[in-house]
């Protein structure tokens, strides 16, 4: 049985591993964030250039070309284009992780694990800073603040844990089968128009629009766009499957690092 002392060191260990593991999630986004705007004169500012440049472009093709009047347009867009970009630089982003770091991986013992999740550390910084520019543009549009805005917390975290987990299950599968990548592009792009980002759920025909929500990307930003321009709550329904996915995700991607990363060093 172990004494006080020997629990007071067993805690003091602890809390030095999860400062150092901390420590190295820090340095590898940071890490991340200066290899992804290296010789970039812009830096960060494409990151919103990007977005902006989407919200011409589509926008002038449904008002300009299709007119199709949908009120408030550009704002409904952008709300839900900010997450979306969150996951798709997420996903597609985690996939070559282990590849442009095989030196390092190679000759170095360390957590493989901080390696995808600093790819979302990376991705979040750049989500915020988006974040924070948008409540900019909310004070000249106008759009009301309101104390319902703290819920998109939840609705992050739940980006968060879902992303956290696919970011572990593809940059394991992409060094194993490189064929991940392409695949994977190939269905953000798919569910990019299945998932209302471009176009809110009112547009879809009302009887659909219940059932449509049960994708869980769906549920986010249709949720972001719900919490800051409605004032309104994803259905509990929704919101649970969107929970549950994310978790099966970390499950699954905690399940598939762990299993195949002993053999990483000698697959690279």
């Known amino acids: ?46 990151s919103l250039i990007m977005p902006l440049f989407q919200i011409v472009v589509i926008g002038f093709v449904f008002q300009g070309l299709l007119q199709h009047e949908i009120p408030n347009y550009t704002i409904q867009f952008l709300v839900a284009l900010l997450p979306w970009i969150f996951f798709s630089d997420t996903v597609l982003g985690s996939c070559p992780t282990f590849l442009k770091f095989r030196n390092v991986v190679k000759k170095i013992y360390f957590p493989r694990w ?6 979302v550390g990376s991705s979040l910084v750049h989500f915020l800073l988006s974040m924070m520019i948008l409540f900019v543009v909310f004070l000249v549009v106008p759009v009301d603040f309101h104390p319902i805005f703290f819920h998109l917390i939840p609705l ?32 953000v792009r798919m ?11 009112s547009e879809i025909p009302e009887h659909y629009q219940y059932w449509f929500l049960f994708n869980p990307l769906a549920t986010i930003t ?33 399940l598939v690092h762990r299993r195949m990363s002993p053999q990483l060093p000698e697959v690279l």
């Open 1 to 46: 049985m172990a004494t006080e002392p020997d629990r007071l060191a067993i805690e003091r260990s602890e809390r030095s591993d999860s400062r150092q593991l901390a420590d190295l999630l820090g340095i590898l986004t940071v890490a991340q964030l200066k290899a992804r705007y290296r010789r970039s004169f812009l830096g960060f500012l494409w």
């Open 156 to 187: 992050t975290l739940i980006l968060i844990v879902m992303l956290c987990g696919m970011a572990l299950l593809f940059s394991m599968l992409h060094t194993y089968y490189q064929d991940t990548e392409y695949a994977l592009t190939a269905i």
């Open 191 to 201: 569910f990019f128009f299945v998932t209302p980002v471009m176009y809110p759920t």
């Open 114 to 119: 901080a390696l995808p999740i600093s790819i």
């Open 222 to 254: 249709e949720g972001f766009r719900g919490v800051l321009l409605r004032h309104e709550l994803p259905l509990p329904e929704h919101l649970a499957t969107a929970i549950i996915f994310s978790v099966l995700c970390l499950l699954a991607g905690i």
